[in-house]
C-alpha cells in the first residue's frame, strides 16, 4: 500500500474499536504499519474478555497492510514502555503516536464516587503522559545521534474538554487537561521534531451510542455523517510528514466538518496599576463582562 504515511511506524491506543480501530485502518491505508494497542476493556474500564487489538491488526492485514497487535495497558509505565518498545523492535522506528484509549464513569458531580475520578483521571490524563513520554524519550534519544525525526503525536480530547459536559465533570476535566498537556508538549518536543497537536472528535462508537441515540442513527442511503471512519482523515495527515509546521493545536472533527477552536485569549481588561478594593474589583469585573463575548455553553445545561 502507498499513500501519504508511506514508510512510517504508526502507534494507535484504544484501537480495538470505534476511532481508534478506524485511525489505525485509516493509516494502515495510507501505507503505515501499525501498531494497534487496546487492552480490552469494557464501557467503563472494567475487564473484558475481547481481544479487539488482534482483530484490527488481523483485519489489516487481510487488507495487504502490516500490524502487530498489543494488549498492555497503556495507564501503566509498563505498558506504555513496551508499546513503543514493540514499535522499535518489530519494525525498527516509531513516527506516530495516536493517543485515543479511554472510557466514561458519567454521573452528577454530587454522586461521583473517588474511584469514578481516579478512573477517569487515570486513562485519559495518565494514559496519555505516559505513552507520550516513552515514545518523547525515544525521539530525543534519536535527534541526540543526529537523526532529529518528523514525529507527530495526536491526542484525543473532546468537546466536553473545551466547554463542559453536564454529568461528566471528570471526563471535562481530564480531556481540559489533555489541552493543556498538548500546549506543553508541542512547545517542549519541538527541539526533537515532534509536532504534537489534538482532536475533539464526534463518532457513533459503544461511548456514544446511548447519550446520542436519537441524533446519531445510521442512514440507509448517502453520507453517514456519525461513522468513526469521517474523523480519521484528519489524525491521518496530522500523524504523516504533510502536516509539517502544525503544531499546538486543537481541531474538532465531526462528519465532514474540521473546526480549529480558539482558546482562551485575554479579553477585555483594565489595569489600574494598584491594589483593588474587593467592592471596586467587582465593579470593574461586571463592567468588563459586559463588554467580553459570551461563553459557549456547557453540553447538557
Ligand atoms: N465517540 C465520540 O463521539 C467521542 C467524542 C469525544 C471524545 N472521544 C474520545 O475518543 C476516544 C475513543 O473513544 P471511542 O468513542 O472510540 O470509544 P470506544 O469505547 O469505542 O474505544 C475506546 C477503546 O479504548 C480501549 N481502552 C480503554 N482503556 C484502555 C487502556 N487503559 N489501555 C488500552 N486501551 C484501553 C477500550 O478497550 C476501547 O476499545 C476516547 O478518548 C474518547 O474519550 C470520543
Known sequence: MTGICDGRVVVVTGAGRGLGRAHALAFAAEGARVVVNDLGVGLDGTPD?????????????????????HGGDIATSDGAASLVRAALET?????????NAGFLRDRMLVNLAEDDWDAVMRVHLKGHFLPLQHAAAHWRTETK?????????????????????VGQGNYSAAKAGI????????????RYGVQVNAIAPAARTRMTERAFADTMAA????????????????????????????????????GGRITVMEGWRPGPTADRSARWTPA?????????LGEAETPAPVYGA
Open 280 to 288: 471596586e474589583a467587582g465593579e470593574t469585573a461586571r463592567k468588563l
Open 145 to 165: 545521534a543526529g537523526r532529529t525525526p518528523q514525529a507527530r503525536i495526536v491526542n484525543t480530547s473532546s468537546g466536553a474538554g473545551l466547554l463542559g459536559s
Open 219 to 254: 442512514p440507509s442511503d448517502g453520507f453517514d455523517a456519525m461513522a468513526p471512519e469521517n474523523v480519521s482523515p484528519l489524525v491521518v495527515w496530522l500523524g504523516s510528514e504533510a502536516s509539517a509546521g502544525v503544531t499546538g493545536r486543537v481541531f474538532e472533527a465531526e
Open 179 to 190: 489541552v493543556g498537556l498538548t500546549l506543553v508538549a508541542a512547545a517542549e518536543l519541538a
Open 49 to 69: 474478555p475481547d481481544s479487539p487489538a488482534r482483530l484490527v491488526a488481523e483485519e489489516i492485514r487481510a487488507a495487504g497492510g502490516e500490524a502487530l497487535a
Open 91 to 99: 519494525y525498527g522506528r516509531l513516527d506516530t503516536l495516536v493517543n
